[in-house]
């Protein structure tokens, strides 16, 4: 027998566990929702729910020095059809100039005004900040010739090896240029102990900016058995050794499209972010409440990951609105 | 007017809401109520309190070549007092033969056995699971020749440089060791993009051990305008490439105190932690059940930390049971 008492405790803690069973079986529902293969039945409203296309090129558009099958066509077939394409990249080495000389050489469409990276972004970062101190740059050319471009003065860039021990080194004393004021780390295949140390030791002055290009730890490859390591790999090593953390402008922060929406007036609710990773490319278009996303499986993610969202979604995941095995398999539907 | 069921619901709900303060009270006492400072009136229970000393070094027996005042008396006032004190380092850098003579050089009264350092620690590791492969060191010396020491065949100490940059690099072609069974990352002031992009490819095989020395992201520096990253900013760097955790045999993680309380019958009860850093020291005695921890002020940690500890603890705290200026403060008391 249960008294009334004893039944309205029960009636109370039912409740509460049936809104939390609720609210959990809500939330997978909006996620399983999700990544569905854009085939010939949607790709109607899929293309005509869009007018402007952010395309990632590392692993979307190319990889390596390679053109991905398709890719340029479908990309070229988007602009025909009147859509404003940007190319979106997190990769620091290189100009907008390079990025549109390798565009036209691998027979993509472009202007530089449509190219987006994140050297020009730091660059960019920087000048509309009205900077006019030196910049510590843990990074490549990429970033320095964009510096040169606004007139930003630098230094840093290159080999910088120990030529001994730390013990010797500190000895001797290390130099610091009292004119640094940001540190900017990007992709540097020069990285060395040194770098870290100069960078760490640059940002103990909480008026230095600390700028990370971007948060990608590998970059696609298609050499199965190496790992190239991405410049998230550095930018954490710098980021620990300074204790503070760094403005990053790549994907998945909204900057550098905060900037291509204002210059161009976007509308994200009729823009797509195409990308083959999850946590840079379709985490950005969720950060700034883009129209949908793309997940292509031509770079960094596979068709078991796919799988496992669709699957098994937890509640961490990233999860994009289509997916399609390479950029290229839309060109058919268009 | 209420209803019996308004009233029960209320009840519920009270009672749950007391209940959690009560829980956030209690996890507020049991923080607060520590962090005391040694003094004449405390320090003969506490004194009483252990039979085996841990002592951390850089930091709390030395800084640098030299040692830290009151610390060689204070140490080897413990042993005369027939207290067993163990020398317990992070650093990765020198073998324990190593640490003894600076030990010696610097008045500590010190025998080989009583030395744990992460180099030695990472070769018997591998000797005691019966390692017959080959070791890829991103680390120094110290960590080599521990593992000469034992036999055991390894390569990648010293500089390694890229002599151009990486897309040449790839081209040429990447030769990894077959032989290659675990990679082991300490302290290495040659760190390189190289070196991580190795490590990382070598842990593409799940079987390869991938084991780190320590996690501290900087070492203790008296020069106060330059940070020394430590071994930690290093070991999350090639953590992120290869997407993979290692084995962390430095403090905080107890493999050393398990190793050194199996050998000597160490009883955690009557074994205290003396140490510089929060997240390392006074974590391993928390992580170890010791009897007490105590903190001193000549490494990386300072007053205005433990007075901020002290005033508004937060849950992530790791709070010492004492403090101290410094470990030599301790000898007048003894």
Request: hydrophobic content about 40%; proline content about 5%; charged content about 20%.
């Amino acid at each position: 027998m249960t008294t009334p008492l004893q039944t309205e405790n029960q009636f109370v803690l039912i409740y509460m566990f049936r809104l939390r069973s609720f609210i959990d079986s809500a939330r997978n529902i909006s996620t399983m929702a999700q990544c569905k293969l854009l085939t010939a039945d949607n790709v109607k409203s899929f293309v005509n729910s869009f007018d402007n296309v952010l395309a990632d090129c590392d692993g979307v558009l190319w990889n390596g020095m390679e053109a991905i099958p398709g890719s340029p066509e479908t990309i070229n077939q988007f602009i025909k059809m009147g859509k404003k394409v940007f190319f979106l990249t997190n990769n620091s080495t290189k100009t907008r100039e390079e990025f549109l000389s390798k565009c036209h050489k691998l027979g993509f469409e472009a202007t530089v005004d449509n190219i987006y990276s994140t050297a020009f972004a730091a660059a960019s970062y920087l000048k509309n900040r009205g900077f006019n101190k030196k910049v510590f740059v843990v990074g490549s050319k990429g970033i320095t010739q964009e510096l040169d471009k606004v007139g930003i003065k630098h230094f840093g860039e290159g080999p910088d090896i120990l030529p001994d021990d730390i013990v010797s080194y500190v000895k001797r004393g290390v130099t610091l240029d009292p004119e640094v004021g940001a540190v900017i780390v990007g992709f540097d295949d020069h990285f060395s102990y040194i770098k870290m140390l100069k960078a760490a030791s640059y940002l103990l002055k909480p008026e230095v900016l600390f700028i990370g290009t971007n948060t990608d730890e590998r970059f696609p490859s298609s050499e199965q058995s190496i790992v190239i390591p991405g410049t998230g790999c550095i930018v954490e090593a710098v980021r620990l050794a300074a204790d503070r953390d760094p403005i990053v402008l790549g994907k998945p922060s909204p900057y550098i499209f905060d900037v291509m929406a204002k210059e161009y007036n976007l509308d994200p609710s009729r823009t797509i972010m195409i990308g083959d990773r999850m946590n840079t490319d379709i985490l950005l278009g969720k950060n700034c409440n883009l129209q949908a996303t793309l997940l292509v499986l031509t770079g960094v993610t596979y068709q078991s990951d796919v799988e496992r969202l669709v699957t098994s979604p937890t509640k961490d995941d990233v999860i994009p609105d289509y997916y399609l095995p390479a950029l290229g398999d839309l060109l058919p539907l268009l």
